[in-house]
């Protein structure tokens, strides 16, 4: 089975610009998180995705927005980018969204992000 | 707020040595911890969690971990290192109150085994 997929693998932008990524999850997982890893630090939580809703947001300016379509994929949108922006985003899916029960989390390869 | 520490930029040690890795929590409430490992190039992947029950849990690839609440500690560890264990690993907790998807990652631990 495929696992996490990712799109596209490498961007360049340069800075004010806006940017698209593109993440789809392990067949019948309906939970989707976004992720950014900067060089040399582990990865910040930006949002989490459910049924199409949102159920979780990290410490991201406003400029970060994200949503779920009805296949589960997801797109994360970044705009007015910022050379702080670049990183590595990475998705991960997990089965469903739950309290009461833990869903693995499964991560994709990433995209990585040049803001020049 | 809650926290995740690795105090080691680096490990090395050599192939067939044991490893250790540490990791050291700061949250309110019980947490759920767990390893990942970032090859080059490459995503996360899931090597262990704990969640809750016996303090040593066991992971892929012969890594286990040993949860210990009162040095609020999950220090990682193999008995035996391999030059292909050379990579990123990340520890990670979240809380039961948070979304299953929000999870905070140390900054992570680069082990370099030598042959």
């Known amino acids: 089975d495929a696992g996490v997929t990712q799109s596209p693998t490498h961007l360049i932008k340069t800075r004010g610009q806006q940017v698209t990524l593109r993440c789809s999850p392990i067949s019948g997982h309906k939970s989707v998180s976004w992720y950014q890893q900067v060089l040399g630090q582990g990865p910040q939580f930006i949002f989490q995705y459910y049924e199409k809703e949102e159920r979780g947001r990290g410490n991201f300016p406003d400029r970060f927005s994200a949503r779920q379509f009805p296949n589960y994929s997801s797109e994360l949108n970044v705009n007015a980018l910022l050379l702080g922006d670049s990183a590595l985003y990475l998705c991960?899916?997990?089965?469903?969204?739950?309290?009461?029960?833990?869903?693995?989390?499964?991560f994709g390869p990433g995209t990585r992000l040049t803001v020049l | 707020a809650q926290s995740v520490a690795q105090p080691e930029d680096q490990v090395n040690v050599a192939e067939g040595n044991p490893l250790t890795v540490k990791c050291t929590y700061s949250v309110s409430g019980n947490p759920y911890l767990f390893w990942y490992v970032q090859y080059p190039n490459r995503g996360l992947q899931f090597l262990l969690k704990y969640i809750t029950g016996d303090n040593l849990v066991k992971g892929s690839y012969g890594f286990e971990a040993e949860f210990n609440k009162s040095q609020t500690s999950f220090h990682l560890k193999k008995p035996s290192a391999l030059v292909s264990d050379s990579a990123l690993y990340f520890c990670?907790?979240?809380?039961?109150?948070?979304?299953?998807?929000?999870?905070?990652f140390g900054a992570g631990t680069q082990v370099v085994v030598t042959p």
């Open positions: 991960a899916s997990s089965l469903v969204y739950s309290a009461e029960s833990y869903n693995e989390q499964f």
């Open positions: 990670a907790v979240s809380l039961p109150t948070d979304s299953w998807g929000k999870l905070q």
